[in-house]
T-cell receptor
Framework: DQQVKQNSPSLSVQEGRISILNCDYT??????FLWYKKYPAEGPTFLIS?????DKNEDGRFTVFLNKSAKHLSLHIVPSQPGDSAVYFC??????????????FGKGTKLSVKP | AAGVIQSPRHLIKEKRETATLKCYPI?????VYWYQQGPGQDPQFLIS???????DKGSIPDRFSAQQFSDYHSELNMSSLELGDSALYFC????????????FGPGTRLTVL
């Protein structure tokens, strides 16, 4: 039973345009959400995160939006660059005691940015 | 900036052998997490440690064990290896009261023949 879902296995975008990657979750106890970028045979690289008390977090070209009522979050990349081509994982966690618990990952979306 | 270090990067073992994977977290990070990623799969949580104590357990087989040492490095011990254990094993570390961000190492690719 997948608690974090990325329903689009792949996305192709033209360089300079906006990339929108979507993620849905089912566990209402999740209170922290993260996006990771991953290249083959490398570890996931942290991109951006958002706490459940916020609905938007922005860092340079990357913006994450959270809609708690819909249990949906999205990552916007503007403008998209060919170097952004990678697999993007959405992940979620819940507070366990004094620290965040383990991450639950989605299946990933492969983004291809074409020059 | 210092990152999470994992060793070895690649490991080839035969069925029923044992393997030990090592993880050195980012300095001042004292929480370590282990994940397993099979081919074409998302990373699956195995086990985590906070201040040298096991803090959470996921889908870790009984054949696997792990610990965190006084210098905060962690080792994942895998015995009676099976073909299905072939995967990428990632270690991640985080600050204990940080925002929840986990920073991943490059992974160890384990191949069981």
């Amino acid at each position: 039973d997948q608690q974090v879902k990325q329903n689009s296995p792949s996305l192709s975008v033209q360089e300079g345009r906006i990339s929108i990657l979507n993620c849905d979750y089912t566990n209402s106890m999740f209170d922290y959400f993260l996006w990771y970028k991953k290249y083959p045979a490398e570890g996931p690289t942290f991109l951006i995160s958002i706490s459940s008390i916020k609905d938007k977090n922005e860092d340079g070209r990357f913006t994450v939006f959270l809609n708690k009522s819909a249990k949906h979050l999205s990552l916007h990349i503007v403008p998209s660059q060919p170097g952004d081509s990678a697999v993007y994982f959405c992940a979620a966690s819940e507070l366990r005691g004094r620290s965040q618990g383990n991450l639950i990952f989605g299946k990933g979306t492969k983004l291809s940015v074409k020059p | 900036a210092a990152g999470v270090i994992q060793s070895p990067r690649h490991l080839i073992k035969e069925k029923r052998e044992t393997a030990t994977l090592k993880c050195y977290p980012i300095p001042r990070h004292d929480t370590v997490y282990w994940y397993q990623q099979g081919p074409g799969q998302d990373p699956q949580f195995l086990i985590s440690f906070y201040e040298k104590m096991q803090s959470d357990k996921g889908s870790i087989p009984d054949r696997f064990s792990a610990q965190q040492f006084s210098d905060y490095h962690s080792e994942l011990n895998m015995s009676s290896l099976e073909l299905g254990d072939s995967a990428l094993y990632f270690c991640a570390s985080s600050l204990p009261r940080g925002g929840g961000e986990q920073f991943f190492g490059p992974g160890t690719r384990l191949t069981v023949l």
